[in-house]
Each structure stands twice: as C-alpha cells, then as structure tokens.
C-alpha cells in the first residue's frame, strides 16, 4: 500500500517538474544572452534625466523597494578578488 502510494506520488512529481510540455510541444531551453545585451540595458537607462523617462519615472519610483535586494544580490555575485571573471545568470522583465 505504502509502496503503491510512493510509486504514484513519484510519477505525479516526474509529470508535474519535468520537462514543459505544452500541447505535446518540449519547450527549447532559452539560449543565453551575451553580456554587452545587459550592458547596454543598464547603460541607456542609467540617466533618468532624458526626456525619454518622463512618463516612467513613477513606474521607477515605485521599483525603489527592491533597491536593497538588488543592492544584496550584487554584493553577492560580485567576483572575488581571486575570481578574473564571475558570470551568473540575470533575469529582467520586460513589461
């Protein structure tokens, strides 16, 4: 009985967390982008005194309360100082 029930939870688990299926399609693993994409990202949105910003400043206002987060995960994916280069894996949204 016990087995059984392990057996099922087992299949249920390997259906629910493995491979992305959607209507029989495998999803392709996302490749990598390379880092002058988040480079220039971070660059053409460094100066928000453009006039290009004016409109989304508030959105920005807003994104404030995850400075302290940001500010963590930097400090922790910084290289250290026997590392030459440290490349860690970046998620942004675009909305």
Do not use: C
């Not at 057996?7 to 999803?27: A, H, I, N, P, T």
């Not at 404030?64 to 280069?85: D, G, R």
């Amino acid at each position: 009985m016990l087995e059984e029930k392990a057996r099922k939870w087992q299949s249920l688990q390997s259906k629910r967390y493995g491979d992305k299926r959607k209507f029989g399609y495998v999803e392709a693993q996302k490749e990598d982008l390379p880092a002058e994409h988040l480079r220039k990202i971070i660059k053409d949105h460094g100066d928000m005194t453009s006039k290009k910003f004016r409109h989304d400043k508030r959105v920005y206002l807003g994104a404030l309360k995850y400075v302290p987060h940001a500010v963590f995960k930097l400090l922790e994916n910084m290289p250290m100082p026997w590392e030459q280069v440290r490349n860690v894996q970046v998620l942004y949204h675009i909305t």
